[in-house]
Structures are given as C-alpha cells and as structure tokens.
C-alpha cells in the first residue's frame, strides 16, 4: 500500500466529511475528464459505458488498487489501509459515488476470496494471495454452485481425492462469474461422502490454468455471457493451496457466503444509490407523469432506510465478522435493484423498448439483468430462511436429518 500524498493525511482522518472530501479531491483529480463529467452530468449510460471499456476500467484500477482504498478495512500488511469497517465503508460509498470502485472483474477476489483468505488461511496463503488482489494483478471467480447443488450449497458432489500432498478433483461448476477471465478460483468440493453434508468438505485455491480445467460459457437473457460452467477433470491442486482444516470446508466457505452477501447487500461499485440516480433522472424530465415522480421517491425512500439499516449493521460488526445480518441487506437490495428496472423502463415509455444491441446501460437491459438478483449470491426464499432462524431466532424448517451421510442422500 502507498497512499498517494494527497491522501497522507486519511489515515489518521476522524471525521466523515474529512475523509469524504480527501476521497473526491483525490478521484477528481486522477479519473479521466470524462468520467468525471459523466458523474457530474449526472449521466448513467455514459458512465456504465466507460466502466464496461474493459482497458480504460482496468487501467483506473491499476490506478486506485495500490492506494488501499477499495480494500481499506485489509492490514496494511496485505495492502489494506487498516481502518475500521465504518470508515472503510465510508470510502466504499465515495467511490461508488463515483462509479469509480474496482470492476465488476475483481468483486469476487475483493468480496468473496480476500475475506476469506484473511479469515480462514494461513500466512503464507495470506501473503501470497492478498497483495497481488487488492492491487488488481490478479482475477478470481468462485467455484461454489453446481447444477444438483445450488441454494442447498452443501450438497456439491464436486469430488476431493488425497493423493499424497496433492488432491485430485474431479466434478462440475455452474454459474460462475468471470472464470474465462480469472487467475484463480475458491473451490468446495467434497473430500469424504461417508460424512453428512456439512461435513467431509474440503476448501481450496484452485490455479485456473491448471490441466483439466475446461471453461464453457452460459448464454444468458441480455445476450451476455458473463457466467460459466467449470469442468473439472483429475485437476491436481496441492495441499498447500487448501483453506481450513480437512472436511472442515462449511466453516469457510460459510464465512465466504456471509462476506458475499454483506458484499452484495452494501454498495457494490457502480450501483450503489441506483433509487436516487432514477429520480434525479425523472425529476429532471418535464414531460414525467407525477405517479411516476411519486413511485421513484418511494423507492428512494426504501434505499435511504436500507443504507442506514446496513450502516447499522456494519457499526455492530465493525469488530469481527459479518453476520447473517447481510441476508437483510442482500434480500432488500436485490428487490430494490429489480423495482428501480422496471420504474426505469416504465420512465422511458416507448422509448425504454429502444435497446441496441450491447448496450448494457439501457432501461431495458438494465430490467433483464436484474432478474438474475434475487438468485445469485444465494436466493431470496434462502436468504429469508437465514433470516428467519439467525436474526429473528424462528424454528428451522423440517428436512433431512443432518446425520444423514452425503451419500445415502437423494439428489437431482
């Protein structure tokens, strides 16, 4: 980490504006012009299309990963600036103020990976793993979900055979973000089958270059293909890159899922305070229909009330892990996203049917890519059920009897 010398003075920064204004002089001076006007002028699509230029975001990333900004709340050891959570957060939203956070290529090294390499690994993975990341060298996705092993995570059959000092896995991966793009990848796979489903699963670091990986990408509804299944065939990964205990897995990949959703829930990069773009955006058109006006302040409201349970939220947790407490933020914020689509599309009247091809920052891309929120990073049925039993302390549903060995179990 080497903060540039208009920001010597954040670390020691006590209050909120102090630290906010650092962070924007910094970010106006050092954004290209015309993402700064993109912000200014209030306008989304150019902003979207300057993030989605894939050199021009990479290249700002190169920019901001060494300042320790978008991963302050690290040690500084690993390339954090070592704030508190609350202050870190108030950076997080500076920089999602600004469309100017990592891109959508980093989240899961940044959100998922890091986190639990710092919670869950050891120095070495540490050391190893955590500089190149937050600096933007290196791209990680997620190897979790499989097509018989989706909300009900713990059921993958992803096979982890020990071989000496290495592991052979074998099995199948689906719906993973960026893999065609990425370094390495989290893997659970299931290293004992006589245990019940929670247990005899094992957590690794897999190198995506390693013989057997094959990489398919999913045509979704946008068009895009920015999800994939994994192959995995006698993939030999050594012992070295596994997280966590033997058959101990659940416990990390659980602190991967809980920093998921808090990641999710909060205010991932460029869509943070997407309920206060769209009624700027309303209230700035003439011709809008007052009941249109009045729904986009309705949901603005919503997104005010959300930030301040979640500011909340990460105050109480500022000291350790997220909770399960995230799974509010993750609910409330996916629905949020698909409401604020379908009033966009609805604002634009015939015009938001006008979609380009490509053109990702449109009203009626944005309502088909936000169909996908309230699954990925864990279903919204699933995140009410975390909620229900963690947070409100509700009985847990019936279901198989958690003695059960993984493989007398019925799967799909």
Not at 48 to 71: C, H
Not at 149 to 164: I, M, N, P, Q, Y
Not at 165 to 189: E, M, N, P
Not at 220 to 240: H, K, R, S, Y
């Amino acid at each position: 980490m080497s903060l540039p010398p208009a920001l010597s003075g954040l670390v020691d920064a006590r209050s909120e504006p102090g630290i906010i204004e650092m962070v924007e002089a910094w970010l106006r001076a050092e954004l290209p012009r015309e993402w700064v006007r993109a912000v200014d002028a209030s306008d989304p699509v150019a902003l979207f299309a300057l993030r989605e230029n894939d050199d021009l975001s990479t290249a700002w990333f190169r920019k901001l990963g060494p300042t320790g900004l978008s991963t302050a709340a690290w040690p500084v050891a690993y390339g954090g600036l070592g704030l508190p959570r609350a202050r870190a957060q108030v950076i997080g939203r500076t920089l999602a103020k600004y469309g100017a956070g990592p891109p959508l290529k980093y989240f899961t090294g940044l959100n998922h990976a890091g986190p639990t390499v710092l919670d869950c690994g050891n120095d070495e993975q540490r050391a190893r793993f955590l500089p190149p990341l937050a600096r933007g060298d290196e791209i990680w996705c997620q190897l979790f979900s499989e097509p018989g092993a989706g909300s009900d995570l713990a059921g993958v059959a992803t096979r982890a055979r020990r071989e000496g000092d290495d592991w052979i896995i074998t099995g199948q991966k689906v719906w993973t973000s960026y893999a065609r793009q990425s370094d390495f990848a989290i893997l659970l796979a299931r290293s004992d089958p006589a245990k019940p489903k929670h247990q005899g699963l094992t957590f690794f670091v897999l190198d995506m270059r390693r013989p057997g990986v094959e990489i398919q990408p999913i045509r979704q509804i946008t068009g895009m293909a920015e999800f994939n299944q994994v192959f995995l065939d006698e993939v030999v990964i050594p012992d070295a890159m596994r997280v966590g205990e033997i058959d101990n897995g659940w416990r990390v990949a659980t602190s991967t899922m809980l920093s998921e959703r808090s990641g999710l829930g909060n205010q991932p990069g460029e869509t943070a305070d997407v309920a206060a773009k769209l009624l700027a955006r309303i209230a700035a058109d003439p011709e809008a229909e007052p009941a249109v006006l009045d729904q986009a302040v309705t949901l603005r409201l919503r997104e005010i009330a959300l930030n301040l349970v979640m500011a909340r939220a990460a105050y109480d947790a500022r000291a350790g892990t997220p909770g399960p407490e995230g799974s509010i933020g993750k609910v409330c914020r996916s629905e949020l996203s698909q409401a604020v689509s379908e009033l966009g599309v609805a604002a634009a009247g015939v015009n938001g049917l006008d979609w380009k091809a490509r053109d990702m920052g449109s009203p009626p891309a944005a309502l088909l890519a936000t169909r996908a929120a309230t699954i990925a990073g864990g279903s919204s049925e699933m995140q009410r059920n975390i909620i229900g039993e963690r947070v409100l302390g509700l009985p847990k549903d019936p279901g198989v009897d958690p003695r059960t060995p993984w493989r007398d179990l019925r799967r799909s």
